[in-house]
Antibody, heavy 125, light 108 residues
């Protein structure tokens, strides 16, 4: 079955970087884009960016440009999120999510059909 | 960037009642790009509706999505105890950035 399994919780200092991994199983790795979405405590969902596992191309939300990097390792079918220069405002649960795509006439419809379990990143001095 | 505004912020209802959740877009969007998710505490979001009105696999028929243009609605009829959660709408097209609404909490 489809599984997106994320790495464990992280506690880190302001200014430090963090890496979150998303290990994928149960389907062909290269066939689905993976997105990252975060959720600050008690807040809503915030889209961070995406990676195409096939070629590794990425697109990032403007807010994170310059301090976010999404990569993938096809040999281990794992996607990584690296975020640098952390502040307390980066304290959040980080999710990876699979983008499904279905055809509807001449168009495609998209949605997130599978999500990782979430990784809590706490930034604290 | 399309901004999605959800209302109300909180809906207080009882089991058996119906809930009507609104998602308003800052500009006209295609209904095929409007998605709804449900999120319970400590869990990842769960897909409910895509293409504004198509229920995802396994979603009960008491969940119904509708709307077009800038106004979209999620209706939950005959609320069950497990339906009390936070609901998010999302605009999901080919061009980032993707956006989510701020969420509506349905509480007892």
């Amino acid at each position: 079955q489809v599984q997106l399994v994320q790495s464990g919780a992280e506690v880190t200092r302001p200014g430090a970087p963090v890496r979150v991994s998303c290990s994928i199983a149960g389907y062909t790795f290269s066939n689905y884009y993976i997105h990252w979405v975060r959720q600050a405590p008690g807040q809503g969902l915030e889209w961070m960016g995406l990676i195409d596992p096939r070629g590794g191309s990425t697109e990032y939300a403007q807010k994170f440009q310059g301090r976010v990097l999404m990569t993938r390792d096809t040999s281990t079918t794992t996607v990584y999120l690296d975020l640098t220069s952390l502040t307390s405002e980066d304290t959040a649960v980080y999710y990876c999510a699979r983008r499904a795509r279905i055809r509807s006439g001449y168009y495609y419809i998209f949605y997130f059909d599978y999500w990782g379990q979430g990784t809590l990143v706490t930034v604290s001095s | 960037e399309i901004v999605l505004t959800q209302s109300p912020g909180t809906l207080s209802l009882s089991p058996g009642e119906s809930a009507t959740l609104s998602c308003r877009a800052s500009q006209t969007v295609s209904s095929r790009y409007l998605v709804w998710y449900q999120q319970k505490p400590g869990q990842a979001p769960r897909l409910l509706i895509y293409g504004a009105s198509t229920r995802a696999t396994g979603i009960p028929d008491r969940f119904n999505g509708s709307g077009s243009g800038t106004d979209f609605t999620l209706t939950i009829s005959r609320l069950e105890p497990e339906d009390f959660a936070v609901y998010y709408c999302q605009h999901f097209d080919t061009s980032p950035p993707l956006t989510f609404g701020g969420g509506t909490k349905v509480e007892i």
